[in-house]
């Protein structure tokens, strides 16, 4: 078996310490091959005594067998073959991608990382496929200590509105930039005093228009292929943009990690 899917299949079952060191070899594999059993340690915040009590539950010779069976894992996925339409469906997202990287404007991105980092309150919009997306970055938000609030349906949004103040964001998401409720909320709540920030497919579009802040990227739409339905791809990839910024900061991700290491204590630990 491949030893990233052991660890990840034995991760729930391993001691505290342990499972430490396994998600730092299952999230930066790479990584960990150039780590000394020493470095690995400093890193995970445990003792080279638990990495090698580790590596030996996993049938390895020791730590440098380890990386070993990493390195061979990798060039093994590597050599598999990918199905024409795999490709076909990557060469999708690379152009999407790709695409809305060119659109990115990058004073304005950090503009936008600035306002969600220091703003009292955060209300993310989004209807249908974008409503997924804004519960997304709203769990995200949450785990660094940022209050924001998911708003998915309209009422919820037109009542956030209402209640919205000067230091307070108001983020809409949407594909078109075209969807009537959202648009009515988003100036609803920017009359009120609110930032209206916005990440949109189309620039000649209301809530582009609106914003005091946008983002534009790759409308899916536009891709040239009529089964690529993924309209929230473009997007997820700017919200991963935006909250890896925000994870720059020193307190965001102190929050995050010990939201991370209380979620995963409490899922795993046995009573």
């Known amino acids: 078996m491949n030893i990233l899917n052991e660890l990840e299949k034995i991760y729930p079952s391993l001691p505290r310490q342990e499972r430490k060191v396994a998600l730092q070899a299952i999230q930066e594999p790479k990584k960990i091959q150039r780590l000394s059993i020493n470095e690995l340690a400093k890193l995970a915040g445990t003792s080279n005594a638990t990495i090698t009590r580790l590596v030996k539950r996993l049938d390895c010779a020791n730590f440098y067998d380890f990386k070993l069976r990493l390195v061979s894992d990798e060039q093994l996925e590597s050599k598999e073959s990918e199905s024409k339409l795999a490709m076909q469906v990557q060469r999708f997202y690379e152009e999407v991608l790709t695409q809305t990287r060119q659109r990115i404007d990058e004073k304005v991105l950090l503009e936008i990382v600035n306002k969600i980092s220091t703003c ?12 997924y997306t804004a519960k997304e970055l709203t769990q995200r938000l949450i785990r660094m200590g940022i209050a924001a609030f998911g708003m998915t349906e309209s009422h919820s949004m037109y009542i956030s ?43 000649d579009s209301p809530l582009y228009q609106l914003s005091d802040l946008a983002l534009l990227v790759k409308n899916s739409n536009f891709v040239d292929n009529a089964r690529f339905i993924n309209s929230q791809f473009a997007m997820t990839y700017i919200v ?4 890896t910024l925000l994870l720059d900061e020193k ?21």
């Open 120 to 131: 009292r309150r955060i209300y993310i919009f989004g209807l249908g496929s974008s409503g």
């Open 161 to 203: 509105s209402g209640i919205v103040e000067k230091d307070d964001v108001i983020l809409a998401l949407s594909a078109t930039g075209n969807t009537a409720e959202v648009n009515r909320a988003a100036k609803a709540g920017q009359k009120k005093g609110a930032t209206l920030i916005a990440i949109t497919g189309i620039e």
């Open 240 to 243: 991963d943009i935006i909250t």
């Open 251 to 271: 307190d965001h991700r102190t929050k995050m990690d010990q939201t991370i290491e209380l979620i995963t204590n409490n899922k795993f630990d046995k009573h």
